[in-house]
């Protein structure tokens, strides 16, 4: 029994694709006009692609990002990135990864990120899913904080 208690915590615990939090905000968001993290359905990690001028590598592009929401009655998904867009307004976007306790084991900082395209979802009777809405974000820089 001692010998199972000295092994815990496990050293090796692999990071879950369930364990994120993402937080979408501009400089002039308030609570009202903000996207709530817990509307965030689906999103995935940044991907750098190198990008070659003349005959010289010359940095690292951040590719877009894709974020699908649900679409609640209050407050409003839709409303709330129909806004955005009518204002061209440039979103930043963290990404936390979580260790099973809700610490955070993984930061991604995406900054100044335009709104390539918003999606607003299709409707249909024969189902019961939720309404969702999707951005499609093209970010100005990004790094990985640790």
């Not at 996207?35 to 001028?53: A, C, D, N």
């Not at 409303?79 to 990864?97: A, G, R």
């Not at 299709?122 to 093209?138: A, I, M």
């Amino acid at each position: 029994m001692a010998d199972l208690i000295l092994k815990i915590p496990i050293p090796y615990e692999p990071k879950r694709k369930n364990r994120w939090v993402v937080k979408v905000d501009n400089e002039r968001s308030t609570n009202s006009s903000k996207l709530q993290s817990w509307v965030i359905k689906e999103t995935s990690r940044p991907k750098f692609i190198r990008t070659k001028w003349w005959n010289f590598w010359r940095k690292f592009e951040v590719s877009e990002i894709m974020i699908i929401m649900n679409d609640p009655i209050g407050p409003s998904t839709a409303q709330i990135i129909h806004d955005f867009m009518v204002n061209d307004t440039k979103l930043n976007y963290n990404l936390e990864l979580l260790d099973p306790t809700g610490v955070v084991v993984e930061q991604w900082e995406l900054r100044n990120c335009k709104i390539l395209e918003a999606d607003f979802g299709g409707l249909d009777y024969k189902k019961e899913d939720f309404v969702t809405c999707s951005l499609l974000l093209k970010p100005n820089t990004g790094k990985l904080v640790f």
